[in-house]
Nanobody, 123 residues
Framework: QLQLEESGGGLAQAGGSLRLSCVASDDIGRVNVMAWYRQAPGKQRELVAS???????NYADSVKGRFTISRDNAKNTLTLLMNSLKPEDTAVYYC?????????????????WGQGTQVTVSS
């Protein structure tokens, strides 16, 4: 079982920056996709950014140009650099690792999640 631990959250002012880190308990080189999700109070969890094993990156429209995701397989870490923060970025941010495998002939995906780290952006 892959365990993930996030850190780096905190309080920032609008326009400021934060750097989130996620450390995995095992080799993430075998993980198909790693991603950052966030969930604000009363809202659904949403994808912020993802990076595949091929290094292809995907960003939510709301964070494009402001956030940068990266993975370091040698260190088993995932990073999210957040610049130009906005109050609407306030949420709990979760590290996610998705593995896609064959189970009984069926292709299935399994997710591992961290405990989350709080990001609060003031006006």
């Amino acid at each position: 079982q892959l365990q993930l631990e996030e850190s780096g959250g905190g309080l920032a002012q609008a326009g400021g920056s934060l750097r989130l880190s996620c450390v995995a308990s095992d080799d993430i080189g075998r993980v198909n996709v790693m991603a950052w999700y966030r969930q604000a109070p009363g809202k659904q969890r949403e994808l912020v950014a993802s990076v595949g094993s091929s290094r292809y990156k995907n960003y939510a429209d709301s964070v494009k140009g402001r956030f940068t995701i990266s993975r370091d397989n040698a260190k088993n870490t995932l990073t999210l650099l957040m610049n130009s923060l906005k109050p609407e970025d306030t949420a709990v941010y979760y590290c996610n690792a998705r593995r896609t495998v064959l189970v009984g002939g069926d292709l299935r995906s399994f997710d591992s999640w961290g405990q989350g780290t709080q990001v609060t952006v003031s006006s």
